[in-house]
């Protein structure tokens, strides 16, 4: 993969970046795409380098966009549609027993990921949203298909909103060696798997820990909140998450975790593994829930090369202290060769690194706040 350009989405467009020939640390602005248009979800399709673009334009809905190699113009998709909700359903439970909670509305407020399928599947991709459905297109985006099978789960009534009113799906992961294995990450609904290409489902968050809930109710499936999840390429049964109660590790494709502390904090949004060494792992930590701000406002990433028995803080580059960058869920980003990264904030600051973390080179310091980071 050519790993010379790169992807930003922000809260006013997309940008994109192309490492210079002759200098690679330094990052020229080629193009600014849907200017003044808020981007939620950017995808870099490595099997036939279309880009796709997600806009959540609030009013006027959401809509996607793609634009195919040689294309000078982006060509209309078709957006994801919830089919018509039904009635709900009498419900029987006594007088001293709650109702069961209501289902979410079933209408389309965001596209918070876009992922490809398998090489074996050259046109499909996979569209987590947010209330919290799952949508798969077997046509490059020219049709959308909401994956009833998941979608109808009776716990998915338990999945609850974080920072957005409802749950939603904002990790993706198509298992290398066998396309119709796929993992999901859901805030707040936990980390589920498909052995099947979708017709069934399972939940897979055993050692996962909620603090937030009651004690006897802290490790139960449903109400886990992985911020986002990653997935080695080259040894995919190990998978990193942030987790909104700490950083989780597994290696046996997500069916045990393992809770990890790290300083100055295990908590934060952004993760990122290494393409070929499993046990090397980035973060951006922060103070956790009301705070959700940079520890003592130093800004800085962590990484671990031993699987999260060790952790290193890096911040040469980045804006000294007090600085109070936050990186969201898709604002970390680690090339095919694993040493150079890409972090955007929320202040609109943009950074890479070609010592894989441990200094940074400012790109801009002005772009809108950012959401989406990629190598393409």
């Known amino acids: 993969m050519n790993n010379n350009r790169l992807i930003v989405g922000t809260r006013k467009g997309l940008f994109v970046f192309e490492a210079s020939s002759t200098a690679p640390r330094e990052w020229k602005p080629t193009a ?14 490595p099997r036939d380098g279309t880009l796709y673009a997600a806009l959540n334009l609030g009013h006027f809905g959401v809509k996607l966009h793609r634009l195919q190699p ?11 549609i919830y089919p018509p909700q039904p009635d709900p359903e009498p419900t029987t439970t006594s007088p001293d027993q709650p109702a069961p909670p209501p289902d979410p509305l079933w209408s389309l407020e965001q596209i918070w990921t876009l992922e490809p399928g398998g090489l074996d599947e050259p046109c499909t991709l996979w569209a987590g949203t947010i209330p919290g459905g799952l949508f798969r297109s077997n046509d490059a985006g020219e049709s959308w298909t909401l994956n009833r099978e998941l979608w109808d789960h009776p716990n998915r009534r338990e999945w609850m909103g974080g920072g957005y009113d409802h749950a939603g799906i904002h990790s993706v992961m198509v298992d290398p060696r066998d396309s119709r294995h796929v993992t999901i990450g859901v805030s707040s609904g936990g980390v589920w798997q498909t052995a099947d290409g979708g017709a069934t489902w399972r939940p897979t968050t055993r050692g996962m820990k909620a603090d937030y809930m009651p004690p006897e109710r802290s490790e139960e499936p449903n109400i886990q909140d992985p911020h986002r999840i990653v997935q080695c390429k080259t040894a995919p049964d190990v998978l990193w998450t942030q987790h909104h109660c700490g950083i989780f590790r597994s290696t046996d494709g997500g069916e045990h975790w393992v809770r990890i502390e790290a300083q100055p904090s295990s908590f934060g949004f952004a993760v990122a593994v290494h393409p070929n060494a499993p046990d090397t792992a980035w973060f ?22 031993d699987g999260g028995n060790t952790f290193e803080s890096f911040s040469q580059g980045l804006p000294p202290a007090p600085a109070y960058d936050l990186v969201y869920r898709h604002g970390l980003a680690v090339d095919a060769t694993g040493t150079r990264l890409a972090m955007g904030s929320t202040t609109g600051g943009l950074w890479t690194s070609d010592d894989a973390g441990e200094s940074w080179h400012e790109v801009s310091a002005h772009l809108p706040p950012i959401y989406h980071v990629s190598f393409a």
């Open 32 to 45: 600014h795409h849907f200017p003044g248009e808020p981007i939620s979800s950017v995808l870099a399709d």
């Open 70 to 80: 040689g294309d000078r113009e982006w060509t209309p998709c078709t957006t994801p």
């Open 284 to 305: 951006v930590p922060a103070i956790k829930d009301a705070c959700r701000i940079p520890v003592d406002g130093r800004f800085l990433v962590t990484r671990t090369r």
